[in-house]
């Protein structure tokens, strides 16, 4: 074999290497950015969660949210929680007599929990 080719056999090797330490940061990163998200399906002001209550997983493609739907005079009358795929932030979206907020978030693990839960 020629020498320069075995010379040169090293370094394709070495950058093969440091090819598969990329996709393995690159892969290890996508991991990472999964975050847990707090979960309620119903939860009335003043009360704690009565359905639904738990954690959810939000994959690469979804969010934390948080859902507040209001009565027509303003007040709150109902809190959902979970993990939404294609989530948006939206402010007073009308709802038949009803008035829907929502706020998505990826900052950090439970980043949707309510203060007061």
Known sequence: MDK?????LPILLC?????LSLLFLYSLAQIIE???CRM????????QCSR??????ATMDEACT???IF????????TFLGCLKNCANVNNIKW????????CCRSNDLCNELADA
């Open 40 to 47: 309620c399906h119903v939860q009335f002001p003043g009360e």
């Open 71 to 78: 009565k027509d005079d303003g007040t709150l009358w109902l």
């Open 52 to 57: 639904g209550r738990g954690i959810c997983t």
């Open 34 to 36: 999964i975050i847990q």
């Open 66 to 68: 948080i859902g507040r």
């Open 4 to 8: 320069p080719l075995l010379l040169g």
């Open 96 to 103: 038949t007599t009803y008035f829907v907020n929502l706020r």
């Open 15 to 19: 950058c093969f290497r440091g090819l």
